[in-house]
């Protein structure tokens, strides 16, 4: 649904100002090469991330104010300033050089729940020199053994509760020499692994950050495709200059800011802008560990006062299932700013933040590609609900057609970026080909089909392949059906993404059996909890249909084409190529 309604947003609806001034200036002069003249920070050759989110305020004001703000489900609470991220991250980069003998360039992998240690741990492996890889703590031992095994990470920082649940891959793992385990006063370290808080006391707090350049990796994250296994894009310390600009412009962060990014730092929306983001920009930030709730969420928000959020579309669908009176129990009125990414926010949402919250959710646009946000609606223009806004200034955003050349305004094609800009990603990990086939007739080809309105607005439209769309996570077909045939019943599999009203879409599994299995409602649990054990309970099927055989073109590859036409009774288009009976 497109609402011809406006919402306004005149600067005198904001209790604290937006930079409206630097917001004007920025839209008609900014660029890259003027963000970097006016950041102190910046070194034309050298720039490590780490050194600019943390060091860079120790010789300021901020030194000693609280950067991170922490606290789980339990009510148990730690605070962090500038300074104590610097000397704690200096000793676990120690650890790193003088331990384990990390060197530039080397991966050091993270598996680790959303505890202070895994912030520390990052901002130390950067300075360090060495290349961060995040993973969602929900994952499973599949899809944790083929991120490892394709970055051939060195180094694994985990907890022994996760360390437990991987158990069986770790000796799949060649590459894999040493584990951290973070205790927290739990279990103690096995025999071989390395205790982090016993290396933490003993490792000096003095470190000489790794001189690191603008093209150097810095960042891995992990993302699925229509095929093959997930793939790494791969991210530069440079990037951090794309991540400033948009937390200060996009997010509107302020000095007096309390910031929360509700994201996991396994995502990359809880690195670009759980982590390098706010505090380039020197923002007290704080995070919640703990299971989802609107009660939980509104209380939170309340109790640290919260004045910019950024969340997700789902968890804004699901806070509205929760009422609109709820909202009204808690003193909300610390917020200021509200953002939304991951997924299209539907109009309905914006409107329902305006009305419960007095302030619209203004969502914006980007990938694990792009390394921070492209496009978006601004703190201080007007929204059109269900729009992805206007693109960031220095950003070049077209809608093109399957020749790729671009279309008029109206005209619905691929969602594309002109590239240069900082935060791009640079290459896939060791698969060069499939990075340049992104690239057409000088465009970055999203994967999304979008189209532009005459005032620059940006409208998603839908996938421009089959990747599915769930609550935020991207889940590859080819990686849940890999899982499903190696059921012990699972004779084929096909996998699509079906539309939900909170989540976007939910995976939905056709899968056929083998001789002598019979379909049944337990069977059909088994291989959901299957599923989940191995990859995650994102791309566990939420839906599993028997079916006697599945569609096949004469080459034997699965159509999921024709699986989702039938699935939403749309027209089963083009069969020549169908295999026959």
């Known amino acids: 649904m497109q609402y011809s309604k406006i919402i306004k947003e005149p600067i005198e609806h904001f209790s604290v100002k937006p930079n409206l001034h630097d917001y004007h200036m920025m839209y008609r002069e900014l660029n890259w090469d003027k963000i970097s003249r006016d950041m102190d920070w ?196 440079g990037a951090v200059l794309g991540h400033y600009a948009t937390a ?129 609606n601004y703190p201080v223009q007007d929204i059109k609900p269900g729009s992805m806004g206007r693109p960031f200034p220095g950003i070049r955003a077209g809608v093109l057609d399957d020749d790729f050349n671009e279309l008029p305004h109206g005209k619905e094609g691929n969602l594309a970026l002109r590239p240069g800009w900082p935060s791009m990603f640079r290459t896939y990990w060791e698969k060069e080909e499939m990075y340049q086939s992104k690239f057409k007739n000088g465009w970055y080809i999203t994967g999304d089909k979008a189209k532009k309105d005459e005032e620059g607005y940006f409208w998603f439209v839908s996938r421009a392949d089959d990747v599915i769309n769930t609550a935020g996570h991207l889940v590859g077909p080819f990686e849940v059906e890999s899982v499903l045939i190696e059921h012990p019943a699972v004779a084929e599999a096909g996998v699509i993404g079906k539309p939900d009203p909170i989540a976007m879409e939910v995976v939905k599994a056709f899968v056929s059996l083998k001789e002598n299995c019979e379909p049944s409602e337990k069977l059909k649990h088994d291989i959901q909890k299957f599923v989940m054990k191995r990859l995650s309970s994102a791309a566990a099927p939420r839906e599993i249909e028997f079916i006697a055989s599945l569609p096949k073109t004469r080459s034997g590859k699965i159509m999921r084409r024709l699986l989702k036409a039938k699935e939403l009774g749309q027209p089963l288009g083009d069969t020549s190529t169908l295999e026959e009976d």
Request: net charge neutral; glycine share 8%.
């Open 248 to 376: 200060k412009y996009v997010l509107d962060l302020q000095p007096q800011d309390i910031y929360w990014c509700t994201a996991d730092p396994g995502w990359v929306t809880g690195t670009s802008y759980g982590m390098f983001g706010p505090w380039s920009n020197g923002i007290t930030q704080v995070v919640y560990d703990g299971a989802f709730s609107a009660k939980r969420w509104y209380s939170f928000i309340e109790r640290r006062k919260v004045t910019v959020w950024y969340t997700a579309p789902t968890a804004i669908r699901m806070l509205m299932k929760a009422g609109d009176d709820l909202p009204g129990q808690y003193n909300l009125k610390s917020l200021r700013y509200t953002c939304s990414v991951g997924e299209p926010l539907n109009p309905e949402a914006v409107v329902w933040g305006k009305k419960v919250f007095d302030k619209p959710f203004h969502d914006n646009w980007w990938q694990t590609e792009t390394g921070a946000i492209m496009i978006a």
């Open 42 to 237: 910046f070194d034309s050759e050298h720039i490590n991330i780490a050194s600019v989110i943390i060091d860079s305020h120790l010789k300021t004001d901020r030194r000693d104010k609280k950067a991170l703000i922490w606290e789980n489900q339990k009510g148990e609470q730690e605070e962090y300033t500038f300074a104590e991220l610097a000397r704690l991250s200096n000793k676990f980069a120690n650890i790193l050089v003088s331990q384990l003998g990390i060197r530039k360039g080397d991966r050091v992998f993270f598996f680790l729940e959303r505890v202070p240690e895994i912030y520390i741990g990052i901002i130390g492996t950067l300075k360090a020199g060495g290349v961060i890889g995040p993973l969602f703590s929900a994952f499973g031992p599949e899809a944790v053994k083929d991120r490892l095994i394709d970055s051939r990470a060195g180094v694994l920082v985990t907890s022994p509760a996760l360390k437990k649940k991987i158990s069986e891959i770790i000796p799949e793992l060649p590459d894999l020499k040493n584990i951290i385990t973070v205790q927290k006063g739990k279990d103690k370290a096995d025999p071989g692994d390395i205790s982090y808080e016993e290396a933490m006391a003993a490792a000096s707090d003095s470190f000489d950050t790794v001189k690191t350049k603008k093209e150097d990796y810095a960042i891995m994250h992990y993302t699925s495709g229509t095929t093959g296994k997930p793939k790494g894009a791969v991210h530069v310390h």
